[in-house]
C-alpha cells in the first residue's frame, strides 16, 4: 500500500507521489510524535482493506482552525478533519454548514450511535444531524499526590467529598517541611485558564451563559457564579495554599512538575496528564490516586467534557469515502489502540470499560465515574467560544493580582462578551 505522511513543519520537502490512479485522501489533526505513530498505525489498517488508496496526513502545531476554515473555503479541504469543542471547536464549522452530515451514512459505515457516550456524542449532534465520529474524550478530574496524602496524615478523599473537604485538605497539605517558616509542599493550584474552573462554577448552580448561550450578564456575575469564582481566586488570596501567585500564569508542564516533585498534592486535570506520569508510577517515583471533582454542599457532582471528533467538509471531492475513513478513525479498533496509550477516555463505552477493567493503575474508575456526570462545554454549541472564551481569564488576573472587586470584574467582563456575542461574525 502507498501512503505519504505529511508534518505541518515538514510539508514544503514534499513526498514521493504514487501513480496517478491513486485516490489520495488527506487527514488533518494536531497529533503529537507519540500519538502521531498511533494514529498511522489506524490508518495502515484503512489501507489494507482499500487497495488504490493513499492517505495524506498533517499535524498541525498552530493556527488549526484558521487553516481548516481557509482551505474549506478556498476549496481545498482535507477530506476528514479532527474537531473538538474546545480551542478547535466544530461548532462555527456546523453552524456554517461546512461539514457533512454523517448521520446519513451510519448504515453504510456500520456506526452504531448508540455505543457512543451521549454526552460525547452531543457535542457533534444538532436536531437531524451528526457531524462528526466521536474520537475521544476528557473529563476534569482531580489528581492526587499519594505520597503527600500520607506524609501529612491525610486519608484520600471518597467520591462524594465536598469543596468544604477540598479546602480542609488543601490547607492539611500545605506545610513548612524544615521549620524556615516557608511552606514547601501545598495543596493545589488554580490556573487562570477557563476550561479548568468551568465545572466548578456549574457545581455551585452558576454559569456563563444565558441557557440560549446569548447573553453573559446576569449569569457571569450572578451569585452562584460568583461563589465558584470566589472560591477558587481564595484559595490563593485568603487561604494561600498554592505555592506562588505567579505560577498561576504558567502552562500545564511547570503544574505537571510541581506534582511530580512532590510539591502540590491536587491538581485538577484531564486523562491527558498519564502518558506523562506512567513512567513515574512505573518507576515507583510516584504514587498516584484520581478523584472527581468535589460536589458543592448537596448537589450532584459535576465536571465538563472535552471531546473530539473525526469530521469531513462538505466539498471533499471523495465524499463517500471520507465519511467510510472517518468512521474507521473512530471504530473501536482504532479507539482500543489509542487507549493504550492513554491520552483521553474511548468515547465508545464498552471499549472504555475494556480499559478500566484492565487497568493496573487503579485509576480509571474514578474516570468512569466522572464521565457518567459529564456536561459538554460552551464551546460545543456557541459558534463565537474562541472570542467569549479569550476574555474569562482576565476575571481571576484582575481578582487575584490587581485586588479589584468580584462583582465589579464579572460585570465588566460579562458586558464585553454580551457585545461579542449581538456582534455578527462578518463584521468582526
Not at 487562570?192 to 455551585?204: D, E, S
Not at 457571569?220 to 495554599?241: G, M, Q, W, Y
Not at 500564569?249 to 516533585?261: D, K, P
Not at 484492565?358 to 456557541?382: I, K
Request: charged residues 25%; proline residues 6%; hydrophobic residues 45%.
Amino acid at each position: 500500500m502507498k501512503r505519504c505522511w505529511l508534518l505541518a513543519a515538514a510539508a514544503a520537502l514534499g513526498c514521493t507521489r504514487a501513480a496517478d490512479q491513486d485516490t489520495v485522501l488527506r487527514v488533518m489533526a494536531w497529533a503529537g510524535p507519540e500519538e502521531r505513530v498511533i494514529e498511522e498505525r489506524i490508518l495502515d489498517r484503512f489501507l489494507e482493506q482499500h487497495p488504490g488508496i493513499r492517505i495524506e496526513y498533517e499535524s498541525i502545531s498552530s493556527n488549526y482552525r484558521e487553516r481548516l476554515l481557509t482551505s474549506i473555503v478556498a476549496g481545498t479541504p482535507p477530506d476528514v478533519a479532527l474537531l473538538d469543542n474546545g480551542s478547535y471547536g466544530a461548532a462555527p464549522f456546523i453552524a456554517r454548514g461546512l461539514l457533512v452530515n454523517v448521520a446519513a451514512y451510519l448504515d453504510r459505515v456500520g456506526v452504531d450511535t448508540s455505543a457512543y457516550y451521549p454526552e460525547v456524542l452531543g457535542i457533534f449532534r444538532r436536531p437531524g444531524g451528526l457531524y462528526a465520529f466521536p474520537k475521544d474524550f476528557n473529563p476534569i478530574v482531580v489528581y492526587l499526590n499519594v505520597d503527600l496524602f500520607e506524609e501529612a496524615g491525610v486519608p484520600l478523599p471518597a467520591y462524594d467529598w465536598s469543596w468544604d473537604d477540598f479546602l480542609r485538605i488543601a490547607r492539611q497539605l500545605t506545610r513548612d517541611l524544615d521549620g524556615d517558616d516557608r511552606n514547601e509542599s501545598f495543596g493545589t493550584l488554580v490556573r487562570r485558564v477557563f476550561y479548568l474552573w468551568q465545572p466548578w462554577v456549574w457545581a455551585a448552580g452558576g454559569d456563563v451563559l444565558s441557557p440560549d448561550g446569548r447573553r453573559a450578564s446576569g449569569y457571569l456575575n450572578s451569585p452562584e457564579t460568583e461563589r465558584a469564582i470566589k472560591f477558587l481566586t481564595d484559595l490563593v488570596t485568603v487561604h494561600r495554599v498554592v505555592p506562588s501567585v505567579d505560577v498561576q500564569r504558567l502552562e500545564s508542564a511547570i503544574q505537571r512538575n510541581y506534582f511530580l516533585t512532590g510539591r502540590i498534592g491536587m491538581v485538577t486535570i484531564g486523562h491527558w496528564w498519564l502518558p506523562n506520569i506512567r513512567r513515574y508510577i512505573d518507576e515507583g517515583r510516584l504514587r498516584v490516586a484520581v478523584a472527581p471533582l468535589p460536589r458543592f454542599g448537596d448537589r450532584e457532582p459535576i465536571t465538563v467534557i472535552y471531546a473530539a471528533g473525526w469530521a469531513v467538509p462538505y466539498n471533499t471531492r471523495h465524499k463517500k469515502l471520507a465519511v467510510e475513513l472517518a468512521a474507521h478513525l473512530s471504530s473501536a479498533e482504532a479507539q482500543r489502540m489509542r487507549a493504550e496509550y492513554g491520552l483521553a477516555i474511548p468515547s465508545l463505552r464498552a471499549i472504555h470499560e475494556e480499559t478500566a477493567a484492565t487497568d493496573r493503575y487503579g485509576l480509571e474508575d474514578a474516570f468512569l465515574f466522572a464521565a457518567r456526570h459529564g456536561r459538554m462545554s460552551w464551546g460545543s454549541t456557541v459558534e463565537d467560544w474562541a472570542h467569549v472564551e479569550v476574555h474569562l481569564p482576565d476575571i481571576f488576573d484582575r481578582v487575584i493580582f490587581s485586588n479589584e472587586p468580584l462583582h465589579e470584574v464579572t460585570t465588566d467582563v460579562a458586558r464585553r462578551i454580551d457585545a461579542i456575542l449581538a456582534t455578527p461574525a462578518s463584521a468582526r
